[in-house]
């Protein structure tokens, strides 16, 4: 099981940014996929955005243009700049990690909110 610690979450005013980090540890098996998912309350979670060892991304329509997701393989961390916040963002926002078996891994969750 990969573990995944989530960071750089809060409250921020509409039109700001912020940016997430989370880094994964504690598996001897190699982390392909990493992305973001959020989840507001009495909704599903859904894909913010996902990115790949080689660095290919995939985003919702909803965050295109604003959101950029990264990676540092090195460090086995990956990074989600988020601009242009609009209260529709506010959400719980979670770090997963899929091995090279398929596996996923969730983060604990760190809180976004954009006030209007």
């Known amino acids: 099981q990969v573990r995944l610690v989530e960071s750089g979450g809060g409250l921020v005013q509409a039109g700001g940014s912020l940016r997430l980090s989370c880094a994964a540890s504690?598996?001897?098996?190699?982390?392909?996929?990493m992305g973001w998912y959020r989840q507001a309350p009495g909704k599903q979670r859904e894909l913010v955005a996902t990115?790949?060892?080689?660095?290919?991304?995939n985003y919702a329509d909803s965050v295109k243009g604003r959101f950029t997701i990264s990676r540092d393989n090195a460090k086995n961390t990956v990074y989600l700049q988020m601009n242009s916040l609009k209260p529709g963002d506010t959400c719980v926002y979670y770090c997963?990690?899929?091995?090279?078996?398929?596996?996923?891994?969730w983060g604990q969750g760190t809180q976004v909110t954009v006030s209007s």
């Open positions: 990115i790949t060892t080689g660095g290919s991304t």
């Open positions: 997963a990690a899929d091995d090279m078996f398929g596996r996923r891994s």
């Open positions: 504690g598996s001897s098996f190699r982390v392909n996929v």
